[in-house]
């Protein structure tokens, strides 16, 4: 079955759920009434079913390749990632003052869930050029911005992130690509990057280069990191993409999925870069780009089980198999209607998790309030993992539905999971985000997170009257998490990180129960969508809380000499 963009549900959690009349009443942006935030959902929905999704497959089953050095895109990636461009869809958010729409985050958010549902690989490269975007936006000086942003808003220009190197994956601290100052205000890079996705492009004039690297004497580690704007073609007098930079594709990884997204090995000899940000400010600036892209892979995992359960919801009420009541398909059988209620139930919570976390961003932004701020950072990990955590299981899920059908590629059920298992890798490990969460994150002795439950726990007692039987358990839930955080603050080191995981997913529980009551309260069928994720679903909480206070002591009591026995 084609995927259909999801709008009418995403509309629903943004203003039931994600709280996003809230944005509204801050009266910072103009253009996110009730009427416009439909138009423009509504038409993005239409790019993503109508031109986006029937690129998925060809995206696959003709990967992009490198041809004397340039990088060939899958066939009609050229004209998808044209009819993003033109329809402005690259960065929704973006400053009007450089050709951007100045719209909240949360919309943004929405529409990059459903263009990663209908072409992950392709949806890559414009969430890459919006963190871009974002951080020359708040770090780079005023001339950089004035060339580079209305090039990259508009789409004539993409933009990378060059963090990684083979001895510097999620230790970013240990990389060693070197910039050395020109004399003439710039700087010249060299060095080698791989895993560089969209590193190179046959549909857009430029790449640039957003390049962590090290100057002369810097010192060791993160502190001694800066950020430098690489263009592959140099801007000449007139702005326009010139001669060629020493920027190179040396070659593209072959991978599990994800075909249609180049991921390069990227070669800078004595390349022409400039820097963004102070010298050895990289990392900051880099965190601008990084949270933002947090936030989006979060929405990619959410897209992918969309249309993964989108495609075994039609398969399962469409195949017969066994004597099934009613419809007699598989969709009647028990265990069949438990993954495809399962799939659903958690998408729900995984998309209001997400658009919260994009609320609270707006809300941070347009009243410059420390609380909201302080709610936007507790969220990004969460949305994060939970958000690439729900892509791999639903996605899983699908296959199951399917059968065989799931195992061979004809259906394209397994593509979905191929395709999305990257997520809980890239920008940032599962497992880094969860050493985030209770690191940095809760480094306020939990106060943030503390603050989120108090306001979980009013809710479901101000719903217990009228629904308990939700009600109830998120009540107990959100009460179980208070213990659990404040038991995490209390542990240290390896300890407190042993938990990271489990406390997360724990976290995200509570909070789905949380979204789906808020939900349940709308009326119709989503209490009873409600009910499928409180009964099964959110008692997982109390498992994964006794995991997260464990401590670390039962894992090294095992040695290395033991596991490998
Ligand atoms: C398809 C693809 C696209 C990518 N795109 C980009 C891109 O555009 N730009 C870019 O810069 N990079 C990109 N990456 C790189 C990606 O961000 C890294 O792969 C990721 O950060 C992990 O680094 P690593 O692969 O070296 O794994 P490692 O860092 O070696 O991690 C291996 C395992 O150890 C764990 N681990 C590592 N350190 C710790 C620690 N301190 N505590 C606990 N656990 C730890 C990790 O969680 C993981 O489970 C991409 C990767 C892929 C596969």
């Known amino acids: 079955m084609p995927y259909r963009a999801p709008t009418h549900d995403i509309r629903f959690l ?156 999620s230790d970013v601290g240990a990389l060693t690509t070197k910039a050395v100052p020109d004399g003439d205000g710039a700087y010249r890079i060299s060095g080698q990057k791989i895993y560089i996705t969209w590193g190179d492009t046959d549909f857009a004039e430029n790449v640039c280069h957003l390049v962590l690297a090290r100057l002369p ?133 995984a998309r209001s998790i997400a658009l919260m976390n994009a609320v609270a961003l707006d809300m941070a932004r347009a009243t410059g309030d420390g609380g909201w701020r302080a709610r936007a950072e507790l969220l990004i990990p969460i949305t994060k993992a939970y958000g690439t955590d729900t892509g791999i299981a639903v996605s899983d899920l699908g296959i199951q539905v399917h059968g065989g059908m799931g195992y061979v590629e004809e259906t394209g059920a397994s593509q979905f999971f191929r395709d999305v298992r990257v997520t809980a890798i890239y920008e940032g490990t599962n497992g880094i985000q969860a050493m985030d969460l209770v690191g940095r994150k809760m480094a306020d002795n939990g106060e943030a997170a503390l603050a989120l439950i108090d306001e979980i726990s009013a809710e479901a007692e101000a719903a217990r009257a009228e629904m308990p039987e939700l009600a109830e358990p998120v009540w107990h839930a959100a009460e179980n998490l208070r213990e659990g955080v404040e038991a995490m603050v209390a542990l240290e080191g390896k300890d407190r990180l042993a938990g990271a995981t489990p406390f997360l997913r724990a976290f995200a529980r509570v909070l789905g129960g ?13 209490a009873a969508l409600a009910q499928v994720f409180v009964s099964r679903l959110l008692p997982e909480h109390e498992s994964l809380l006794a995991e997260a206070k464990e401590g670390a002591g039962t894992l090294y009591a095992l040695s290395l000499d033991d596991l490998a026995a």
Not at 263 to 276: F, N, P, R
Request: some cysteine; proline content about 5%; glycine content about 14%.
């Open 514 to 526: 949380h979204c789906h009551l808020r939900a349940a309260r709308a009326g119709g069928a989503h």
């Open 14 to 169: 943004l203003e039931q759920v994600a709280g996003f009349d809230r944005v509204r009443e801050t009266g910072h942006y103009e253009d996110a009434g009730p009427d416009v935030t439909e138009a423009i959902l509504e038409e993005a929905g239409k790019v993503c079913t109508e031109i986006l999704a029937p690129l998925q497959r060809p995206g696959d089953t003709h990967p992009a390749r490198l041809e004397n050095g340039v990088v060939r895109t899958s066939p009609g990636y050229g004209d998808g990632f044209r009819a993003i461009a033109d329809g402005g869809w690259v960065s929704l958010s973006a400053d009007p003052e450089y050709g951007g729409m100045g719209l909240p985050i949360a919309i943004q958010t929405a529409v990059n869930d459903m263009m990663s549902g209908a072409c992950l690989s392709l949806q890559l490269n414009p969430l890459l050029t919006q963190g871009q975007i974002e951080a020359i936006a708040a770090h780079a000086s005023d001339e950089i911005k004035a060339l580079y942003l209305p090039k990259l808003i508009s789409g004539e220009w993409t933009g990378t992130m060059n963090l990684t190197e083979p001895q510097a994956g």
């Open 217 to 349: 004497d810097a010192p060791k580690g993160t502190r001694g990191i800066s950020l430098f704007l690489v263009p592959k073609r140099l801007p000449d007098e007139a702005g326009n993409a010139g001669v060629a930079n020493g920027v190179s594709v040396v070659s593209l990884e072959e991978k599990l999925g994800l075909h249609g997204s180049p991921t390069c090995v990227m070669q800078y000899e004595d390349a022409k870069g400039w820097l963004v940000g102070p010298e050895q400010g990289g990392m900051a600036a880099m965190f601008t780009m990084m949270n933002n892209a947090r936030l989006g892979v979060g929405a990619q995992g959410i897209g992918v089980a969309e249309a993964a359960w989108q495609q075994a919801l039609s398969y399962g009420m469409d195949r017969k198999q066994g004597r099934a009541e009613g419809t007699g398909t598989i969709a009647e059988h028990p265990d069949v209607r438990r993954m495809l209620s399962l799939m659903k139930a958690e998408i729900r919570a």
